[in-house]
């Protein structure tokens, strides 16, 4: 499958916490960002990636959360001291852009549980 | 008022009936409408992909796009149990960045 990946899948931890998830985007999609998705609601924009440099940052994405792509792969994003308001899917997807058109595949998403 | 408005469902519709699903937009600038689909627990899948005002036919699918009414639609013919899925438009504003801004997504059942 070369499709996006995501790691883990599924993350339940305790309020206080420190998460970290990973996701390899479609070979060589220069293009990588995250999105958070809570129940009932469309994907929200965090953060975008063009090669290893962070271009667009959300004002969802507060203090406590970091993205990295040290090496223009794969990405991390970490969560420090998660609140219960953190429990959501978090989504990363990958682009190549051809022209004008800049076409997003999702991951699966990592489903985290703050307790 | 949100950039993108979804109508969440949810829509009950037998097999084989024609679905139409529906978006309003805001935002006279945003120039690119996807719609995505999204079995439960996954991630979205791409199912259409559209920049100018008209109609885009993939198979089962046509995706239309109303730039003067800032209105997109998308029609299912002949609809399967297999399309029960939550379906969610998206546009993108290039010039203002790479993000795309969702809808709420509408829920559809295709019963058998």
């Known amino acids: 499958d070369t499709g996006v990946s995501q790691n883990p899948r599924h993350k339940i931890t305790k309020r206080g916490q420190n998460v970290t998830f990973r996701c390899d985007p479609i070979s060589e999609h220069n293009r990588l960002y995250w999105y958070r998705q809570t129940l009932g609601q469309g994907p929200e924009f965090l953060t975008y990636f063009q090669n290893e440099a962070q271009l667009e940052k959300s004002r969802l994405l507060s203090d406590r959360f970091s993205a990295e792509r040290p090496k223009g792969s794969f990405s991390t994003l970490e969560i420090q001291r998660t609140e219960q308001g953190d429990s959501a899917m978090y989504l990363c997807?990958?682009?190549?852009?051809?022209?004008?058109?800049?076409?997003?595949?999702f991951g699966p998403g990592t489903r985290l549980t703050v307790l | 008022q949100k950039e993108v408005e979804q109508d969440p469902g949810p829509l009950s519709v037998p097999e084989g009936a024609i679905v139409s699903l529906n978006c309003t937009y805001s935002?006279?600038?945003?120039?690119?409408f996807m719609w995505y689909r999204q079995y439960s627990r996954k991630g979205p899948e791409l199912l259409m992909y559209t920049y100018s005002s008209g109609n885009k036919e993939d198979g089962r699918f046509t995706a239309q796009v109303d730039k003067s009414s800032k209105y997109i639609s998308l029609f299912i013919r002949d609809s399967q149990p297999s399309d029960s899925a939550t379906y969610l438009c998206?546009?993108?504003?290039?010039?203002?960045?790479?993000?795309?801004?969702f809808g709420k997504g509408t829920t559809l059942s295709v019963s058998s």
């Open positions: 997807a990958s682009s190549l852009p051809a022209g004008v058109k800049d076409t997003q595949y």
């Open positions: 998206a546009t993108q504003n290039q010039e203002a960045g790479t993000a795309l801004i």
């Open positions: 935002n006279s600038a945003f120039q690119y």
